[in-house]
């Protein structure tokens, strides 16, 4: 049995704001054994790391990226194989980011996490949703123009479509099909696009996407394998519909209303509210239309911060990362900077840690990993985490520059060491 100490280390546990100091982590094979405020001997561990009084926290968790669309646009046109392939280089730069585990809002997963699983890759551990569901001409029907029609069921002329990234289901009976079939794939949870969306050419952002009586079907069937529904949308139509119908996790909710919010309060639903908008996009040269939507959407991202911690919503971090492998780059730890100015050091920084814990709680016994515990630093906790030059819990932008990660372990293996 392999032992290793991380000593002098300053230990945010992924919950509590205050730190234990001076504490000494013992790791035994891939777990975390043991936290001791107090110097150990250092002899019988295979090695020692000295965190020098800089704090460690748990390895981060992004709960919304797309491993495999790794394109332009949703609809790039590429194999199978090509997604596939393209997807393991994402993967091992999103873990070498600090990013140990991953939630995918939907895409190509299977092989890709078979084979960090067992070792063959490098990459974050993979909550996997598998094919987003979505209505026709809903914001998964990636079909690249009018032109590419369906030819029978389940057949299209559209590659993307062909590849699974996405699955097409209208009425109750398909949208059953369409959840059993991710969850005989190892779906952990299921993914849903409930709402127009950006970067989809057929449904505008107001439109309401599923009826509640396929939402519900969605709900039943996954609810039936002791797991949950994320949705995919923006506005309070949306969302209200999708609560009613029990959805558990709302994802960017961008446009949440005081009203809205009280039903996520009262139903315990999580949001994912990644901050896509409060991200700089250059607006110059945009028809009218374009540019108000983006200042509608804004603004919608500071109201939905207020009735957030009016109401005391339980966030994840999500940064959405999807498309060009340089810009997810840019955007996955910078975000961090964008959640402090939204909800602060400590709550933007347990979105990403503890919280992230709470919400594979949903997942029951189809969470993949139940051998440890995932966005925390305690006894049984996995031996994922990370020492950072700094305090992110009093200064969470010291995340967004990726030289303050200093060390990166992962199953207790480690991925990054400039100590």
């Known amino acids: 049995m392999m032992r290793l100490l991380i000593k002098n280390a300053n230990v945010f546990d992924g919950k509590h704001a205050e730190l234990r100091h001076n504490a000494s982590i013992v790791i035994e094979d891939k777990l975390v054994t043991d936290i001791v405020d107090a110097a150990l001997p250092e002899d019988g561990f295979?090695?020692?790391?000295?965190?020098g009084y800089q704090t460690v926290i748990p390895g981060l968790t992004d709960a919304h990226v797309h491993l495999s669309i790794t394109g332009h646009s949703l609809s790039d046109g590429w194999r199978i194989d090509?997604?596939?392939?393209?997807?393991?280089?994402?993967?091992?730069?999103?873990?070498?980011?600090?990013?140990?585990?991953?939630?995918?809002?939907?895409?190509?997963?299977y092989g890709l996490k078979k084979n960090i699983d067992n070792g063959f890759l490098e990459g974050p551990r993979i909550l996997p949703s598998n094919a987003m569901i979505s209505q026709t001409s809903g914001h998964g029907d990636i079909r690249a123009s009018r032109a590419e029609e369906r030819i029978t069921d389940g057949i299209y002329a559209s590659a993307d479509l062909n590849s699974k990234i996405s699955v097409i289901a209208d009425g109750a009976d398909e949208v059953l099909r369409a959840v059993r079939e991710q969850l005989f794939l190892g779906a952990?949870?299921?993914?849903?696009?409930?709402?127009?969306?950006?970067?989809?050419?057929?449904?505008?952002?107001?439109?309401v996407q599923f009826t509640l009586?396929?939402?519900?079907?969605?709900?039943?069937?996954?609810?039936?394998?002791?797991?949950?529904?994320?949705?995919?949308?923006?506005?309070?139509?949306?969302m209200r519909r999708a609560a009613e119908a029990g959805v558990k996790c709302f994802e960017h909710a961008t446009l949440l209303d005081e009203e809205t919010a009280k039903i996520v309060a009262d139903k315990g639903i999580w949001l994912t509210p990644g901050p896509q908008l409060g991200r700089e996009y250059p607006l110059t040269g945009l028809p009218q239309a374009v540019v108000k939507l983006f200042e509608d959407f804004r603004q919608g991202e500071r109201r939905s911060a207020e009735w957030i911690d009016k109401y005391n919503l339980p966030i994840l971090y999500g940064t959405d990362v999807l498309?060009?492998?340089?810009?997810?780059?840019?955007?996955?730890?910078?975000?961090?900077?964008?959640?402090?100015?939204?909800?602060?050091?400590?709550?933007?920084?347990?979105?990403?840690?503890?919280?992230?814990?709470?919400?594979?709680?949903?997942?029951?016994?189809?969470?993949?990993?139940?051998?440890?515990?995932?966005?925390?630093?305690?006894?049984?906790?996995?031996?994922?985490?990370?020492?950072?030059?700094g305090n992110p819990v009093e200064d969470l932008a010291i995340l967004a520059d990726p030289?303050?990660?200093?060390?990166?372990?992962?199953?207790?293996?480690?991925?990054?060491n400039t100590l």
Request: net charge neutral; glycine share 10%; no cysteine.
């Open 323 to 389: 498309g060009d492998i340089g810009k997810a780059a840019a955007i996955q730890l910078d975000d961090f900077r964008l959640y402090k100015a939204r909800f602060g050091s400590f709550r933007g920084l347990v979105a990403a840690t503890g919280n992230a814990h709470e919400m594979l709680k949903l997942s029951s016994f189809l969470n993949p990993y139940p051998e440890g515990k995932i966005g925390v630093l305690e006894e049984g906790a996995f031996a994922d985490l990370l020492i950072v030059r």
């Open 188 to 207: 952990s949870q299921i993914k849903l696009m409930a709402g127009g969306g950006f970067s989809s050419a057929y449904d505008p952002i107001p439109t």
């Open 213 to 238: 009586e396929e939402m519900k079907a969605a709900v039943g069937a996954a609810a039936d394998y002791g797991t949950y529904v994320m949705a995919h949308l923006y506005t309070p139509q949306s």
């Open 82 to 109: 090509e997604k596939a392939v393209r997807s393991v280089r994402f993967a091992k730069e999103m873990l070498l980011r600090g990013f140990t585990t991953v939630r995918d809002a939907g895409g190509i997963t």
């Open 403 to 416: 030289d303050n990660i200093r060390f990166i372990m992962k199953d207790a293996a480690v991925y990054k």
């Open 46 to 51: 295979a090695a020692v790391y000295d965190a």
